[in-house]
């Protein structure tokens, strides 16, 4: 049997989960559920694969197939959750936000809504994307020890994160709830907001995977390279406001995301120091 990754274990257990509750909803051949059946071959046929072949090159194609899956997947739950469920969680996310603060700061912070936050928040949040594929790509290229413990920490983190989308799925405020007014802005929002507008499945909101990545890139970083957390730092900290400021996430989901980063980064960490005992 091929030794499994932390990552293989818990984006695994997304994928079975999911299979399985769609195969409740759909039965065996439904689509969904086989969609998600043939990840988890494939996941298990190229770790199978790996374990034999036991190369870097081997193990650098086994890594890479969960950046692919992460995409495929993620635009998987467009179907696939509205297959498991027609419930949102939105009312019950801003209960919780209401016993930790006054009310969710996407509604708080309306009175302080201007062009020229909507601008740079919106910049904030768009630089998410570009942070997590510089990332992959630099610790792809990188050395094998240090690219296992990377890909280990950042997909057991996209596994929960996922497994939290299909069982609390919810829409966020901006879609779940009337303001006062449209968030006014320039060039930079109008991109922002068709980007989500396209790229959104409609419940990824708990927990905040903009948090959580970026927070674990963050921490893995200051780990392994210093001069990249001090480049990424400020823009971060911007990012994780932007959740808040452009109505997308609950106080509650940033929280979530703060502590899947944390422990992800300990899945990173000892997965690095078995790596280093190993060669």
Avoid at 71 to 88: C, D, G, K, V
């Amino acid at each position: 049997m091929a030794r499994l990754l932390p990552h293989e274990w818990l984006f695994g257990a997304y994928l079975a989960l999911t299979w399985l509750r769609l195969v409740a909803a759909q039965g065996v051949l439904g689509g969904d559920a086989l969609i998600y059946l043939a990840g988890l071959g494939l996941a298990a046929g190229l770790a199978v694969w790996g374990e034999r072949r036991a190369t870097a090159t081997a193990w650098r194609w086994r890594l890479l197939y969960y950046p692919v899956a992460m995409n495929l997947y993620f635009q998987e739950m467009r179907n696939a959750i509205p297959a498991l469920t027609a419930y949102r969680f939105d009312a019950d996310l801003r209960a919780i936000d209401r016993i930790l603060l006054p009310d969710s700061p996407a509604f708080l912070l309306q009175p302080y809504a201007n062009p020229a936050l909507t601008e740079l928040f919106s910049l904030a949040y768009l630089l998410f994307f570009p942070y997590l594929l510089f990332s992959l790509i630099y610790y792809f290229v990188g050395e094998l020890p240090r690219l296992k413990a990377f890909v280990a920490g950042l997909f057991s983190l996209y596994g929960i994160g996922f497994l939290g989308y299909t069982l609390v799925p919810a829409a966020g405020p901006y879609l779940a709830y009337d303001f006062a007014a449209p968030l006014a802005g320039g060039q930079l929002t109008a991109w922002n907001a068709e980007l989500v507008r396209q790229g959104s499945i409609g419940v990824d909101v708990f927990p905040s995977l903009h948090v959580a990545v970026s927070g674990y890139l963050l921490g893995f970083d200051f780990r392994h390279k210093r001069r990249r957390f001090w480049a990424y730092l400020g823009p971060c900290v911007l990012l994780w406001l932007s959740t808040q400021y452009l109505r997308y996430h609950y106080f509650i989901d940033v929280l979530a995301g703060v502590a899947l980063a944390l422990f992800a980064l300990r899945v990173a960490e000892r997965q690095y120091r078995l790596e280093r005992i190993d060669s």
